[in-house]
Nanobody
Framework: QVTLVESGGGSVQAGGSLRLSCAASGSIAEIRTMGWYRQAPEKQRELVATITSGGATNYADSSKGRFTISRDNAEKTVYLQMNSLKPEDTAVYYC???????????????WGRGTQVTVSS
């Protein structure tokens, strides 16, 4: 059983910062790309940022310059540092990862349950 658990969400005023964390646990052989997605009310889930096991990053245009994704491979954890937050960043933020469980020959895509981020003006 593999799980992703997010933490660090909350409420903040515009211009503030939050740091999200997502820890993977369970019977894991390998973690490849990890990332963050978000879903605002009545909108589709969208990419925020991803990071490969080697550290290569990819950001949505809305995240560039304000958000930073990083990971600690030893701790099986991915982080999202969010600065200069705007009301339009309000959403449920989901962790996502491509993980090869132990004794599996291929990766499986996993999602966390999400953490709410609310930015007030």
């Amino acid at each position: 059983q593999v799980t992703l658990v997010e933490s660090g969400g909350g409420s903040v005023q515009a211009g503030g910062s939050l740091r999200l964390s997502c820890a993977a646990s369970g019977s894991i052989a390998e973690i490849r790309t990890m990332g963050w997605y978000r879903q605002a009310p009545e909108k589709q889930r969208e990419l925020v940022a991803t990071i490969t096991s080697g550290g290569a990053t990819n950001y949505a245009d809305s995240s560039k310059g304000r958000f930073t994704i990083s990971r600690d491979n030893a701790e099986k954890t991915v982080y999202l540092q969010m600065n200069s937050l705007k009301p339009e960043d309000t959403a449920v933020y989901y962790c996502n990862a491509d993980i090869r469980p132990r004794y599996y020959s291929r990766t499986v895509n996993y999602w966390g349950r999400g953490t709410q981020v609310t930015v007030s003006s």
